[in-house]
């Protein structure tokens, strides 16, 4: 009889693999693939280098498997692994001023293309375009409790695990993000405006 993977719970999948079972870790990685690349995605905003540190980040966790303490939910572990690939490529990037946050909407040839004139969906795409440009202009700090919280949905106290702060801190986090994203999206609007 063939152990059913799907059905085990993280702490009982974690264990497996560190027993050896391939599988198993296959498994952790199917349930917190899309999670996680969102979140990666959203700190770095660059869809390729995200799909990059997606790979880092399980590779990372398939060699400190051992590590994982069963006692804390696998996600806040995994995220966490992620959050710190998102700041190494940030610093990396800080050194490499080559490396780009967010390529222009109007760079996107293909967008062009496809765009059936003006309407709804270009305005939608833009704007969706600014408030990406927007966040990603945020301290890593404030984006990592941004989108933990409004875009993963998490909640305080989950992302303070995940973060390692006080949920306070959190929650402060939170408030000036949202004050300084909502100071730079109304300056974007004022500086487009002729």
């Given at each position: 009889m063939t152990l059913d993977l799907s059905q085990?719970?993280?702490?009982?999948l974690a264990s497996l693999a560190v027993a050896g079972?391939?599988?198993a870790f296959r498994e952790l990685m199917r349930r917190y693939k899309d999670p996680l690349y969102r979140l990666i995605r959203n700190n770095?905003?660059?869809?390729?280098?995200a799909t990059d540190l997606l790979q880092e980040s399980f590779v990372s966790a398939f060699a400190a498997i051992h590590r994982y303490d069963a006692q804390r939910p696998?996600?806040?572990?995994l995220s966490r692994i992620a959050l710190n690939k998102c700041r190494d490529w940030a610093r990396r990037r800080a050194v490499r001023s080559f490396f780009s946050f967010a390529r222009p909407i109007e760079a996107d040839?293909?967008?062009q293309s496809e765009a059936p004139g003006p309407g709804r969906e270009v305005e939608s795409r833009a704007?969706?375009?600014?408030?990406?440009?927007?966040?990603?202009?945020?301290?890593?700090s404030l984006r990592e409790v941004l989108t933990l919280r409004t875009i993963e949905e998490l909640s305080q106290a989950e992302t303070a695990a995940i973060?390692?702060?006080s949920e306070k801190s959190v929650e402060t986090r939170l408030y000036r993000a949202r004050a300084?994203?909502?100071?730079?999206?109304?300056?974007s609007l004022d500086s487009a405006e002729p």
């Open positions: 085990c719970d993280d702490q009982e079972r391939g599988q770095v905003g660059d869809p390729e280098e696998f996600r806040f572990w040839e293909d967008f704007e969706l375009a600014r408030v990406e440009k927007a966040i990603a202009a945020l301290p890593h973060l390692g702060i300084q994203l909502k100071a730079h999206l109304a300056g």
